[in-house]
């Protein structure tokens, strides 16, 4: 039975209710009455149901289709300005139990070289990181309750926050570590971490159960209640995501947002972040194995409608996607992007020789991070290596407050400015610097209060000085 908040995985992601969400959008997908009004309805950008949501992807029609672009690049700026906080993610281990079909990490896969950061290899990997101008890293690793333990993961955090080197500080670790105990979460939001990411993979239990046939992950209704677990153990800020190619995407979408409405109902605070990977070639892997790829129209349509049925919720793309179709999405609601990444344990000190790939799948954008920053900044986007909401524990439903109420935008706009002068003084080519320097400029004067825009140019003045607070 369908029941947004019940604690029962097959209550709040209802198999019957999802078939139903289905026809219902195939019955109206070209009813134009309907259509109108959720339109509508979503310019007061309060989000809209899974339902509502599931009726504009389905929909055909040209003219609507734009309508829904149109209203997600105009939700994305509303609500995240022209800004895009840049992260990496960080590979600390491969060994993994499970048996997931589609990844590379699977048991089986007796030919990946599997590895383990030490926090000695940690510290170098971050001294690399922290050279790029990293601030905010997504800590990734299999499941190996043996080797990828609790207190591994406790000390790898703590490793990374306690290393100052030149200007650099990582001020903000996130984690997608596989799903845990309450306890655990607790530890971990002690340990300071910022959004737990857990993707679902697919939300049609059938297909989890047949994708995840071996190991811990194989138990559908514990890893999908974990968010729940997450919450109950202090973290507020978490970060959803499928994994689209696995399953039918308008299925996967609809458990997407049956998901967030569940947090939202049940604890108040709906998630931080959603993610939109696709299915990637990896070792043993080849997507076409897999019969529900989606094309790169279908993909947009996602990003465009998940924008404005959450509004409020940050969206992530990593460098699963090339340059092109990151372009395409940033438009659409994208407010967070990887760059520079490698998806190899150690890959950021020491490139893997050929026949020695760990790689957890093929990089499709391999631009350095200065290239990202200026490519974002020739489209008039502002890079921000802002994490200051977490250090001022402006998190979970407190930011989602700010979010939601357009207030946040106040404060961000000027740290970001002054987070990407910091980044250019310290990291940036002279090409790249030229250009942000122009780009800080115009923006500052955006900043909508006088006395604010005088603090704000004077901060800048001081960091173009070397002289920082
Ligand atoms: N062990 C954790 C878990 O169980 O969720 C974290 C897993 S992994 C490091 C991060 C994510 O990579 C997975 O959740 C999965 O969605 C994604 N992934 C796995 N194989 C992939 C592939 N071939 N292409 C693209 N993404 C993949």
Redesign the pocket.
Known sequence: MYDVNSKCADDFINHEEILETLAYADENKENIELIDSIIEKAKKRKGLTHREASVLLACPIEEKNQEIYKLAEQIKKDFYGNRIVMFAPLYLSNY?I?G?T???YHAKNKHIPRKQLSQEDIRREVIALQDMGHKRLAL????DPVRNTMDYYLKSIETIYSIKHKNGAIRRVNI???ATTVDNYRLLKEAGIGTYI??Q?TYHKESYLELHPTGP?HDYNYHTEAMDRAMEGGIDDVGL?V?FGLDKYRYEFAGLLMHAEHLEAAFGVGPHTISV????H?DD?NPEDFDNGIDDDTFAKIVACIRIAVPYTGMIIST?ENQKTRERVLHLGISQISGGSRTSVGGYCEPEPEDEKSE??DVSDNRTLDEVVRWLMEMDYIPSFCTACYREGRTGDRFMSLCKSGQIQNCCHPNALMTLKEYLMDYASPETKAIGDKLIDREVLNVPNEKARAVVLENLRLIEQDNRR
């Open positions: 993994c499970n997931c589609y990844c590379p990734e690793a299999g499941e997608n570590i596989a857990l993707f993979e992950k995501g994994l990977p696709r299915l990637k990896a892997i699963r957890q799948f």
